[in-house]
């Protein structure tokens, strides 16, 4: 059983940063791929960032590449990540969630355990 607990949100003016962190509990932390997905209201959650369970690999959405950043400690069981560059587009609840797959890491439905979320509203 693993759960999680996001941090980090708020309001920031547009080109501004955050940096969200989401600290986990569970032994077996360090063998979860960890992903970073975000809700808008009423829109689907949708892919943000994921990175594999050893931190050597990374994957982003279109629309952050370049501007995000996920990071791993599993030494402090969190992950990042770091926002910059934020439009009013990336208002949303950013949600971390986590799982033992290692394929398809943009569906949502590919994670088993997720945190309670944490707003972000980036005004313009």
């Known amino acids: 059983q693993v759960q999680l607990v996001e941090s980090g949100g708020g309001l920031v003016q547009a080109g501004g940063s955050l940096r969200l962190s989401c600290a986990a509990s569970?032994?077996?932390?360090?063998?979860?791929?960890m992903g970073w997905f975000r809700q808008a209201p009423g829109k689907e959650r949708e892919f943000v960032a994921a990175i594999s369970w050893s931190g050597g690999s990374t994957y982003y959405a279109d629309s952050v590449k370049g501007r995000f950043t996920i990071s791993k400690d599993n030494a402090k069981n969190t992950v990042y990540l770091q926002m910059n560059s934020l439009k009013p587009e990336d208002t949303a609840v950013y949600y971390c969630g986590g799982t033992r797959y290692i394929h398809a890491l943009q569906s949502r439905y590919q994670y088993e355990y997720w945190g309670q979320g944490t707003q972000v509203t980036v005004s313009s």
């Open positions: 569970g032994r077996t932390f360090s063998t979860y791929t």
